[in-house]
Structures are given as structure tokens and as C-alpha cells.
């Protein structure tokens, strides 16, 4: 073996290089390899391999495979005089750190847990099982009472999801939960709550939550507030996570929460109300604000109705504190169109904004000179996101089909998913990138006209170069940009001189275009190292799913630029 290897430094490097890869099961086997070549790995190359699980079941099999003998007759038994043989189990349940018990593993659903659980405890294998454990999600399957062999006092990190609130083993367990594991920096606590238990459930977590004063990380869902005015004790705290699922409103007092520590602010609620107060009631705004909020709104909303939501943000003396503003509202069931750039000016005093993402269901138009404001305001700016939700949603035809006499009736179409908006007659789902999509959010009838099509003004290219001009460090945009508008834009310098290096994946194939040589011409001149026009993460335009839905044009403007970079040796 080389002496490099003995590096910790280098051994450090080659093993994040393993578990980078993305098939687990082959990195898994890549560490079990390296575990039986030297000696010298095999300590490093066993941690690797069992730092983290998905399944109790890698340490039950460690038991049974210890303890099962042949008998006379050739067959495996449990020999039931003599103790079990622990040893194997000891070797590497000391070494597991992490575990997530909430979904499928090789097959298996969490619902195994309780077995293996079972199994440990027949045994009478010593409590807690794993000793150096840290990091601990729970499924939201199993009873909060089975977490107890798993919980010690080094752990940091507790995820408990979607559980059933019961009025009186709730309020105990959770309680022990804070005598177990005082040390805890992260909770996630998600829960189902029966009408009738607010009260009680209110003031248990309150108290439970408030008395881990290490607290950095909190997901969480209040019920009522009390819930999150206590929170203002948790001086540490970082980052929160607020999913506020009251159908009424729920409304603080204005300044009311103060978190000296906190980076990122993360909530969703069911009213414009609930939003409008919690961020009314931060005496300080955290670096990073992000919003969803899946609305329970009908009649005439449109996007004018987001301004009141972002005043406070623009009031607070804080303001230039925000970097990053996130807001996805999927649910206004209005098709009127409104300025973006008025709607957005409470924002325009955040001087140090990094990053805009906005996905909402209403227009938002933008011409060049609203662009240029926002630019001009945010000066910073990295990424920029005005994404029109509806653009998700092919529109259904302007007639009906014409009747047709058939032999039998078709087979009944099936609902969605539970959780999933309803897809458009004759329609085909284009490809969704980077929306999220939550089960409680409710969804409006997407049987629309083409959204586009009521658009009197849209960015162009020339809007595009001065945002370029002005915000040198961008590096993500997904805009809609009329291609249609060329006027000024020829010769060799299409871009009077303006080009950006960083940006390498933005999505534009949302918009209309004529010329797509031209189109391509301009890109490449402004965007000289443009890889895709198909937005971060996309698998590109080859699907049919994909081409079914893409203005047309698009997919020439790729080839072109994939072909003079080819042309060029890049």
C-alpha cells in the first residue's frame, strides 16, 4: 500500500469521491472491497460503509447470521439455551450515524421497523442501540413509543413526521424525548391533529421545544400562536421551517418575534392573512426568505394581490439583510395581468439581493424598462426566476370535439393522485422544473386560454443585455423574452460588447421566437458559455413529452449552439 494512503487528508478525498457516486449499492460494495483489502483501510472503509442506514435491518442480519447453527439435519436454527453472540452487532452498530427510517429500503417498507425493533428486544440487546448515533429521521408510520431504543444522549438531529397527536401518550413521550437526547441542535416535530386537542398540544410544545436551548434548526408545525411567539427564546436558531396549516387566520402582533441568529426563514400558510403577520411581526429579516402559499382563495385575485404580502419586508429597517426571496403561489385563480416591477418595488430596498424566485399562477408582465429597474435595484442579483406556473399547463382547444357515435363507452378515466392538480382535457403534461407542488395546496381549473396570449408587452433581448450589463455576477435566469423582437440586433456584435461567463443553464424556452439562426447568434454572443436553453436540471428537449410542448423554434437555437461550439473545439 502507498503511503499516501495513510494521509488522512487523501484518504478523505478518495472516499467522498466514492460516495459520490450515485448508486449507493455500488459505493457500498466499493467500501466493503476496500474493508477486506488492507488492514489499514478496513477501519476507515467500515465507517464509510456504515455511517449511515435507511433499514434496521443490516444490524438484525449481523445477529442472526452470528447465531444461527446447523443442526443434524442440515438446517439453521436459533440455539434458544444459549445467549446470543452479540459481537458481530456491537462491531458495527458503534459505528452507524445516521439513519432514516421513513421510506422503502431494498424493497421493504419502514413498516419493518417494528419487527426488527421486536427482535432487539427479545434479545435484550443493551439500550440504546446505537450508541454513537446523531442524526435520526423517523417514518411517519411507526408509534412515537418505538423511537425509544434508537434515542441517546449524543444526538443532534430528530426528524419526527406526519404523526397522530393522542391527548395523553403525546404530551408524556415528548417530554422523555427531552430528557433523552438534551443535546439536540435540529427538529423537525409534523403532526396530524384531531379538532378539540389545540390547547393542550399548544402548550406541550411550547414547552418541549423552548427547553432545547441549542436549538439551530426547527421544522415545525404550530397550532396556534403561542407556538411560534415562544419560539423567540431560541436564541441559536438558524434556520425555521414553519408549515402553519390553520384554515383561519392566524394573526401576531406586529415585532413580535426577535431571532438574533436567524439565516433563513422558511414557512407555508393557507391564508395571505397568516403571511402578511409573520413577516409583520419579524423585528429583524433573516439572509434568506422563502414563502409557499397554497391559498384558499376564489373570485377575482390576481397578482396584485402579492404587493401586501411584500411590504413588510420593504417597511422593515432590515431589509438590506435579505440576499435570497423565494415566494411559489400556485393557487390565485385569476388570469388578469398586472406590472411585475410595481408589484415587486416593496423589494427593490433589499439592495443586497442575490436571488429572485418567484413561481405564482397570475401574469406577470415585464417589459424592458421594468427589467432595467430591477437590475438597477439589485445590482448583486446571481439568480433571477419570474415563472408563470401556468406555463406548466398546455391550453385545452378553444371548441369542443365534435361527437362521434362509438360502439361502447370509453373506460372511466382515473382521479390523479391525491395531492396532484387536475390535468387539462386533451392535454399533455410538459415537464415540471423546479416546482413544488404540496399535497395540502388546492388547485384551480387550468381549462384556460393560452396565457401568452394576453400579454400587450413582454421582455426582449435588448432587456436581456442591459440585466447582463448591470448585474455582472448573475449566473441563472428563467425568463419569458419575446424573441420574436430582433430590431438592432445584427452583425457580429449583437451585444454591443456585453458578455456574461457565468451563466451556463438558463431556461428560455418558454418564450415565442421567429429566427432561431439569429436567435442562436445573439446567445452566443452575449452568453459564450451557454451549455443549455433547457433551465438547471433538465434532461433536455429529448422526450416526446417534452417536444410536444416547446414553442417551436427552441430546439433549432440548441443544435445551432451545440454545433458552433463543437465547431470551435469547446
Known amino acids: ?25 455500488s459505493s457500498n460494495q466499493t467500501f466493503a472491497a476496500l474493508a477486506r483489502t488492507c488492514s489499514a483501510l478496513s477501519d476507515a472503509s467500515l465507517d464509510a460503509l456504515w ?59 419502514a413498516t419493518a421497523v417494528p419487527d426488527d425493533l421486536g427482535v432487539f428486544h427479545v434479545l435484550r440487546v443493551p439500550t440504546p442501540l446505537l450508541p454513537n448515533l446523531t442524526h435520526l429521521a423517523w417514518t411517519d408510520e411507526l408509534s412515537l413509543a418505538l423511537l425509544w431504543p434508537l434515542l441517546n ?6 426528524r419526527i413526521s406526519s404523526f397522530q397527536w393522542s391527548r395523553k401518550s403525546t404530551p408524556l413521550l415528548l417530554s422523555k424525548i427531552r430528557g433523552l437526547c438534551p443535546e439536540l441542535n435540529s427538529l423537525g416535530l409534523l403532526f396530524y391533529l384531531s379538532e378539540g386537542y389545540e390547547a393542550i398540544a399548544e402548550s406541550c410544545l411550547s414547552r418541549v421545544i423552548c427547553s432545547w436551548k441549542k436549538l439551530e434548526v426547527l421544522d415545525y408545525s404550530p397550532v396556534g400562536r403561542e407556538c411560534i411567539l415562544s419560539l423567540s427564546a431560541l436564541s441559536s436558531l438558524r434556520i425555521l421551517r414553519l408549515r402553519v396549516d390553520n384554515i383561519s387566520d392566524l394573526i401576531l402582533p406586529p415585532n413580535s418575534l426577535s431571532f438574533p441568529s436567524l439565516h433563513t426563514l422558511q414557512f407555508q400558510a393557507n391564508s395571505l392573512a397568516t403571511a402578511n403577520s409573520i413577516l409583520e411581526a419579524m423585528t429583524s429579516l433573516p439572509k434568506s426568505i422563502d414563502i409557499f402559499l397554497p391559498v384558499y382563495q376564489s373570485g377575482n385575485v390576481g397578482v396584485e394581490t402579492v404587493e401586501p404580502i411584500l411590504q413588510p419586508i420593504g417597511q422593515n429597517a432590515s431589509c438590506s439583510n435579505v440576499e435570497e426571496f423565494r415566494m411559489n403561489v400556485p393557487a390565485f385563480l385569476s388570469g388578469s395581468t398586472d406590472n411585475g416591477s410595481n408589484v415587486l418595488r416593496p423589494l427593490f430596498l433589499c439592495c443586497n439581493l442575490r436571488v429572485l424566485r418567484i413561481m405564482m399562477t397570475p401574469l406577470f408582465l415585464l417589459a424592458d424598462d421594468d427589467l432595467r429597474a430591477m437590475a438597477s435595484a439589485w445590482p448583486l442579483l ?20 365534435p361527437n362521434m357515435d362509438l360502439a361502447d363507452d370509453p373506460p372511466p378515466v382515473p382521479p390523479p393522485p391525491v395531492g396532484f392538480p387536475p390535468i387539462p382535457p386533451f392535454a399533455v403534461m410538459p415537464p415540471m422544473l423546479s416546482l413544488h407542488l404540496d399535497a395540502t395546496g388546492p388547485y384551480p381549473d387550468f381549462g384556460m386560454t393560452d396565457p401568452r396570449s394576453n400579454r400587450t408587452a413582454e421582455i426582449t433581448f435588448h432587456g436581456l443585455i442591459s440585466l447582463l450589463e448591470l448585474c455582472p455576477n448573475l449566473r441563472f435566469f428563467n425568463l419569458a423574452i419575446d424573441a420574436t423582437k430582433l430590431d438592432g440586433l445584427w452583425g457580429d456584435k449583437p451585444g454591443g460588447g456585453v458578455c456574461n461567463r457565468l451563466v451556463k443553464y438558463p431556461r428560455l424556452i418558454d418564450s415565442h421566437i421567429s429566427d432561431p439562426e439569429a436567435v442562436a447568434r445573439i446567445l452566443l454572443d452575449i452568453l459564450p458559455e451557454l451549455e443549455s436553453i433547457w433551465g438547471e436540471g433538465s434532461p433536455g428537449p429529448f422526450t416526446d413529452m417534452f417536444n410536444s410542448t416547446l414553442p417551436q423554434g427552441w430546439e433549432q437555437v440548441h443544435e445551432r449552439i451545440r454545433d458552433s461550439k463543437a465547431a470551435r473545439g469547446l
Not at 452470528?66 to 462491531?91: I, R, Y
Not at 446571481?382 to 370535439?401: G, K, Q, S, T, W
Request: glycine share 4%; hydrophobic share 35%.
Open 1 to 25: 500500500m502507498h503511503h499516501a494512503l495513510l494521509v488522512p487528508d487523501i484518504l478523505d478525498h478518495i472516499f467522498k469521491f466514492i460516495k459520490a457516486d450515485s448508486d449507493q449499492i
Open 51 to 109: 455511517s449511515e442506514l435507511r433499514s434496521l435491518y443490516p444490524l438484525v442480519s449481523c445477529i442472526y447470521d452470528n447465531n444461527m447453527k446447523l443442526n443434524d439435519e442440515g438446517t439453521s436454527e436459533f440455539d434458544a439455551n444459549a445467549g446470543p453472540d452479540l459481537s458481530v452487532f456491537h462491531k458495527y452498530a458503534y459505528r452507524v450515524r445516521k439513519i432514516e427510517l421513513s421510506g422503502y429500503e431494498g424493497g421493504w417498507r
Open 153 to 158: 444522549p449524543r444526538l443532534l438531529s430528530l
Open 382 to 401: 446571481e439568480e433571477i426566476e419570474l415563472f408563470d406556473c401556468r406555463n406548466l399547463y398546455p391550453p385545452a382547444p378553444p371548441h369542443p370535439l
